[in-house]
């Protein structure tokens, strides 16, 4: 049976929204969980959880983190790795020299982590009173953090927890060298499978990126990367869709996903659904961006818009914000007026409830969206 964009999105959101399960087991089998700092009205990984997780309420990460089989490190993007797929980028090399303010601080520090951890990074910087360095934004920020932040990615210190959003940072044991060339190409077809299963079906153009991305995640295989894509592209099913090559895993049949099921949903503007702005623009004929850092009279559709999906259409979006315990919905859709197919109207109500309660909200206005 020949792929269609309609079979396409019918498989894209079979696949990226299974029946809900246990954080643990979501988080195990998502593999990764895009992370921002963000909260407009919850952040994206709480919002990502929210679909995935049965009675998720916004915070529980970060609560439930230090028992979970996961940690804080970059992949494609800063976020949350399964135990499973954390080793597979470590140990990592090939930094070059070490950032300011230097190799003598950076040692410094691990010194007093590793006798004192875990530590928040006040008790280090009043330890050492480091001052601020320039970020990579251009503005100024702690030089503790600074040296924290580069120990964490050399896998030398983890995340054990937050306090009030701020890492607490704690000693690792030395990661095993990985001494074969199988077990390095076994290493790296693995963080491919990763990202490819948790953003399927994917345009070829967005497998390239993300497996060049995969400098940043294993910078020590940086001159590997051309391999790497080349395999990918042998081992991972494809067809051309409409005009445009598309890659998922091989063991997955996009033809026999079900019909999606008579259900809105409010996502991330980082869902893996959503994530992809060249697939998003493709598979539903409508540019959805992010704009939360677009100057406010150049926004279409709001500082932190949650793409609206209905059944396995995305229709529009919506604003969230939450006033005196009361979630208030500014919703657009793409055609002007909301669906009027039987059933969305009362999905819409049940989405919003449901999205009340993960904010911990007494009560949701509007509950229904406006005709036009």
């Keep these: 049976m020949a792929v269609t964009l309609a079979t396409l999105r019918r498989y894209a959101v079979a696949r990226t929204f299974p029946a ?19 909260r407009a009205p919850a952040r994206a990984q709480d919002l990502i959880l929210r679909q995935r997780v049965g009675g998720y309420r916004a915070g529980d990460l970060e609560r439930r983190y230090p028992a979970l089989a996961v940690d804080e490190d970059f992949f ?4 949350f790795l399964a135990h499973r797929a954390h080793p597979l ?10 950032p300011s303010p230097g190799k003598r601080v950076a040692e410094s520090v691990l010194a007093f982590v590793r006798q004192h951890g875990p530590v928040h990074p006040r008790e280090v910087d009043a330890h050492f009173a480091h001052g601020a360095v320039t970020n990579y934004w251009g503005g100024s920020s702690s030089a503790t953090t600074h040296v924290l932040d580069h120990l964490h ?17 704690a000693p ?16 790296q077809d693995a963080l491919v499978d990763l990202a490819a299963g948790l953003y399927a079906p994917l345009p070829a153009a967005t497998l390239s990126w993300l497996v060049r991305r995969l400098r940043y995640a294993a910078p020590q295989w940086r001159a590997a990367i051309d391999a790497i894509l080349a395999r990918a592209h042998r081992r991972l ?21 079900p019909d999606a099921p008579d ?16 697939r998003f623009e493709h598979c539903w004929g409508w540019p959805y961006r992010f704009e939360a850092y677009t100057p406010a009279p150049k926004r279409q559709f709001g500082y932190y818009a949650l793409p609206l999906l209905w059944r396995d259409v995305v229709v529009g979006w919506v604003n969230a914000v939450v006033r005196d315990g009361r979630l208030h919905l500014t919703p657009g859709f793409v055609t002007g007026r909301a669906p009027r197919d039987r059933g969305f109207r009362a ?8 999205f009340a309660r993960f904010l911990g909200c007494e009560t949701a206005a509007p509950r229904r969206p406006p005709r036009r």
Excluded: C, K
Aim: aromatic content about 12%.
């Design 20 to 38: 809900p399960r246990s954080l643990a087991d979501a988080l195990d089998n998502l593999g990764f969980v895009q992370a921002d700092p963000i």
């Design 76 to 79: 494609v993007n800063y976020g």
């Design 89 to 98: 980028m470590h140990p990592r090399g090939g930094f070059g020299a070490w």
């Design 153 to 169: 990615y050399r896998g030398l210190l983890r995340v054990v927890r937050r306090d009030a959003g701020i890492r607490v940072y």
């Design 172 to 187: 690792r044991d030395a990661w095993p060298a990985v001494v074969s060339a199988p077990e390095r190409r076994a290493r």
């Design 237 to 257: 099913a494809s067809a051309r869709v409409d005009g445009v090559t598309y890659y998922w895993p091989a063991a997955e049949s996009p033809t026999a996903a």
């Design 263 to 278: 259900v809105v949903r409010l996502l991330a503007p980082f869902d893996p659904l959503t994530w992809d702005r060249r």
């Design 347 to 354: 999905a819409w109500d049940e989405e919003v409830q449901a």
